[in-house]
C-alpha cells in the first residue's frame, strides 16, 4: 500500500500546491526617469565643439595613423645595432692621432 501511495505522493502534492505557487523572482519597476546622478547637468554642447571635435580627432588619428606606416621603424627597429667595439675610429668620428 505505501508503495502505490509513495509513486502518488509527488502528484497529490502538486494538485494540492497548485495555488500556493509564489515567484521566487519579481521584477521592480526603477521609475528613474530624467534625474542625472548627484545634480550633474549633461548638455549637449553647441555644433561647433561637435564638429571642431570631430576634426581634431580625425588629425589625431591621422597622424598617428600615417606615421605608423610610413615611419615603422621608429617602433619597432628591424635592423640589429652593429658591436662597438668592432667599429674604426674613423667611422666613430674620433679624430687621427697627429705625432
Given at each position: 500500500m505505501s508503495l502505490i501511495f509513495g509513486r502518488l505522493r509527488p502528484i497529490v502534492t502538486t494538485l494540492v500546491r497548485q495555488n500556493k505557487i509564489v515567484a521566487l523572482q519579481q521584477n521592480?519597476?526603477?521609475?528613474?526617469?530624467?534625474?542625472?546622478?548627484?545634480?550633474?547637468?549633461?548638455?549637449?554642447?553647441?555644433?561647433?565643439?561637435?564638429?571642431?571635435g570631430e576634426l581634431l580627432s580625425f588629425f589625431l588619428w591621422y597622424w598617428i595613423l600615417y606615421h605608423c606606416w610610413y615611419d615603422f621603424d621608429h617602433l619597432f627597429h628591424d635592423s640589429h645595432f652593429p658591436d662597438v667595439k668592432k667599429l674604426t675610429n674613423e667611422e666613430l668620428g674620433i679624430p687621427p692621432d697627429d705625432e
Amino acid at each position: 500500500m505505501s508503495l502505490i501511495f509513495g509513486r502518488l505522493r509527488p502528484i497529490v502534492t502538486t494538485l494540492v500546491r497548485q495555488n500556493k505557487i509564489v515567484a521566487l523572482q519579481q521584477n521592480s519597476i526603477r521609475n528613474s526617469g530624467d534625474i542625472t546622478y548627484r545634480g550633474h547637468v549633461v548638455s549637449k554642447g553647441t555644433k561647433f565643439t561637435h564638429y571642431s571635435g570631430e576634426l581634431l580627432s580625425f588629425f589625431l588619428w591621422y597622424w598617428i595613423l600615417y606615421h605608423c606606416w610610413y615611419d615603422f621603424d621608429h617602433l619597432f627597429h628591424d635592423s640589429h645595432f652593429p658591436d662597438v667595439k668592432k667599429l674604426t675610429n674613423e667611422e666613430l668620428g674620433i679624430p687621427p692621432d697627429d705625432e
